[in-house]
């Protein structure tokens, strides 16, 4: 529903950002103990995958064209 109403709003929302922010926030409501190690891993991963993903795509491109 969140990403719904953010689309209809024109807002960018990834599914599975949102998925990950409701399971822990039911998590949180129930008063269960959050595993921030597992927390932290899954926020990195959504900071280092982009930045990974650029710079092997320059290394590519650096590559294809030197081989041009």
Known sequence: MAVTI???FGLLVSS???VVGGILGVGVLKGERINRILVWNIILGWILAPVVSCLLTLTLLRILTFLE
Do not use: E, I, T
């Open 6 to 8: 953010a689309n209809a």
């Open 16 to 18: 599975g950002q949102a």
